[in-house]
């Protein structure tokens, strides 16, 4: 279980989160969405342990992060965190980079090597398993960091837009259905911050919605169906809690092209 | 092994390109001398072939140096997390324990590295090049970043054995046994810490130091300790309250307080660096020296480095604290003298005078100049770094005039 506890976060005077209190069941899958610069990267930082909030805590597992050395390092066994831009070692090959990632989580060796390989045939990446990393495109090494937070086999994974940063349709295809056998399990908690409100609909259990550094909802689909007070698609929903006057915006610059 | 040097090699910047012109070196040579003997149409002259052989070994003997000292600092800087900060910082989100083998490489030796000792040593051979040089070239600069990892992550006793020893390596190269031992007894040092070294760096959350809490907190603590108090703002927990009043907007408010050297770092460095230079100073022969007994060099080298010290350590002490009177202040009120403030001259006076006494002692000892040259020097910063006030005690307590220091204007917030 992920606690967040009264969180609040400053990037100099420019307050990002604030007072947020959020509780993520064990199996959840979560998406956490918001206008860019609102504090989503920032909050699945916090949960990461990267960032140290200057209120608030956050609990892993009834552990809170970085109160104890032995806590800390426990709680790193459970839980992956896959930035936006995640550092990737420039002249290892994927495989290796994978295998050593596995080797850090304490994955047993035959099953690691099977499940490198299982997840570069998942990502089309056979062909370029074991070229340097620094030789891929963009997509591919987003590829491997997706799958070096997947071959982990941690029970929480905190993903920081896993769709962006190039990804391919057979990519984001593959990602889905990976995502989807997550959500079915119950013993691993995904936390994902994406802005596609496609993508939110049929995966997560439920949605955290952040607005200028406030917790606007927290709710599931259909709760903040009922909270918007929509019916349609998430996309509409999302639009009326996210940004309420972004309907009207785009019908005053499109009349005003007409003029 | 073609991509275990791309990767040691290119894993950092410069390192590559300046090796590839190292390993250069050699052919450029060899094809300039070709080019010249073929334009002057003296290529087959005995005459030419004989004065060009002493040239080609001075190339080759460059190269290889050149070549073992690149891959000795690649090596150290390539796969240890100290050195990159993204690595590190991705490390800090993972177990790693320090006991795992490092992700992006080992930063211990391994067999590929004896390859390269072997290749390159064979090559030496070739051109009559003691093994051992190699050894030195590749070893110095590897344990010398080693030794720095180490101090960084709180091992100073070790760090400072490495810095030390390392200069041992060519200052002991004339003895056949000890000329082994001491690279051998250095890695195994380094190697036997490397592990402590990398746990430090699991178990530290790097972070910029906005939102590091070991940093930030270190900050307020001492900043707490300055002004002799301790704000408590929630909750009974000790850390919790360094933690709570840490940041913003504390950490913008609240005066930096000013760094003492750390003492184990103010006598232990004088002493590295004087060995370091005066080990490296040996291998010029003596009568290529100005001579003690002929020359006032010696003494004229102790005073100018010391002066330069110690006007670097009154520049960093009135930095912001100007005197209260002025020169022509004092000439006018008779004051000559303002002992709460002419106390931080003490110790630049002491340390120029000992440098001057100690060159004079040493002379008339007849120490080898490799010596008389350094040690006054490095006597002279060990006491401007350890003789008092500290530069904390002097912010506090100094009769001085507080005026915009050089921290001040950049904007950095004033130093206490």
Not at chain 1, 192 to 207: C, Q, S
Not at chain 1, 216 to 228: E, H, I, Q
Not at chain 2, 112 to 140: E, H, K, N, W
Request: a neutral charge.
């Amino acid at each position: 279980m992920i606690k967040v506890v009264d969180l609040v976060q400053h990037y100099g005077v420019r307050p990002v989160l604030r007072d947020i209190n959020i509780e993520i069941a064990e199996g959840e899958v979560v998406a956490l969405m918001g206008p860019n610069g609102m504090g989503k990267s920032t909050l699945l930082a916090a949960m990461a342990g990267v960032l140290w909030p200057q209120k608030g805590y956050i609990e892993i597992d009834g552990k809170r992060r970085r109160q104890t050395v032995d806590d800390e390092l426990a709680i790193r066994k459970k839980v992956v965190y896959l930035p936006d831009h995640p550092w990737l070692p420039k002249f290892n090959t994927a495989r290796e980079f994978l295998l050593s990632v596995g080797r850090l989580y304490s994955i047993e060796p035959t099953r690691l090597m099977e499940h490198v390989q299982r997840l570069l045939t998942l990502f089309d990446l056979d062909a370029n398993g074991d070229q340097a990393i620094d030789g891929l495109s963009n997509g591919q090494k987003k590829k491997v960091a997706i799958a070096s937070a997947l071959v982990t086999e941690a029970p929480i994974m905190l993903l920081d837009e896993p769709f962006s940063g190039g990804l391919d349709p057979a990519g984001m295809f593959a990602l889905k259905a990976v995502m989807k056998q997550l959500r079915d399990r119950s013993d691993v908690t995904v936390v994902m911050a994406t802005p596609v409100p496609e993508i939110v609909e049929g995966l997560a259990d439920r949605v955290i919605i952040l607005r200028n550094g406030e917790l606007v909802a927290f709710d599931t689909p259909d709760g903040l169906r009922k909270l918007a007070n929509v019916t349609g698609p998430l996309e509409e929903v999302l639009e009326h809690l996210i940004d309420p006057k972004g309907a009207e915006n785009i019908s005053q610059y499109l009349e005003s092209r007409k003029k | 092994m073609i991509r275990w040097l791309k990767r040691v090699f290119f894993a950092r910047p410069l390192i590559g390109p300046v090796s590839l012109v190292c390993l250069a070196a050699l052919p450029g040579f060899w094809f300039v001398k070709w080019l010249f003997g073929y334009t002057a149409g003296v290529l087959n002259s005995p005459y030419y072939i004989e004065q060009m052989a002493g040239f080609g070994y001075a190339a080759a003997h460059i190269s290889l140096c050149g070549i073992s000292i690149m891959y000795g600092l690649a090596r150290a800087l390539a796969f240890h997390p100290c050195f990159d900060t993204e690595y590190r910082t991705w490390l800090a989100r993972t177990p790693f324990s320090g006991r795992q083998p490092l992700p992006a490489g080992p930063a211990h030796l391994v067999w590929q590295d004896a390859v390269v000792i072997i290749a390159l040593t064979a090559f030496g051979l070739v051109y009559s090049m003691s093994p051992y040089r190699i050894v030195v070239c590749m070893f110095a600069p590897y344990l010398f970043f080693h030794a720095g990892t180490l101090h960084v992550t709180d091992n100073k006793g070790a760090s400072y054995v490495l810095y030390c020893g390392v200069p041992c390596m060519w200052y002991f190269s004339g003895h056949e046994i000890l000329r082994w031992c001491i690279p051998t007894l250095l890695y195994l040092l380094a190697f036997i810490q490397l592990p402590r070294c990398l746990r430090f760096i699991a178990e530290y959350n790097a972070q910029p130091a906005e939102a590091s809490p070991p940093a930030v907190s270190e900050v307020i603590r001492q900043t707490n300790e300055a002004l002799g108090n301790r704000t408590t703002v929630r909750g009974t927990d000790a850390g919790e309250n360094d933690l709570a009043i840490s940041f913003w907007p504390y950490n913008r408010l609240a005066p930096i307080a000013a760094h003492d050297f750390p003492r184990i770092d103010a006598i232990l460095i004088p002493i590295a660096l004087t060995w370091w230079v005066a080990s490296s100073l040996s291998f010029i022969p003596e009568d290529e020296f100005l001579l003690p007994k002929t020359s006032i060099a010696p003494w004229i080298a102790s005073f100018v480095i010391s002066l330069v010290l110690s006007l670097g350590r009154l520049l960093k002490y009135m930095s912001g604290c100007s005197s209260p009177i002025n020169l022509f202040g004092r000439v006018a009120t008779l004051r000559w003298i303002v002992p709460g403030f002419d106390r931080i001259v003490i110790a630049p006076l002491l340390a120029l005078g000992s440098a001057v006494l100690a060159t004079t002692v040493m002379a008339a000892c007849g120490v080898s100049p490799a010596f008389l040259y350094t040690v006054p020097p490095g006597i002279a910063l060990l006491l401007l770094l350890n003789l008092g006030p500290s530069l904390h005690v002097w912010r506090l307590t100094g009769a001085h005039r507080l005026v915009p220091g050089m921290a001040s204007k950049a904007g950095i917030g004033t130093e206490i």
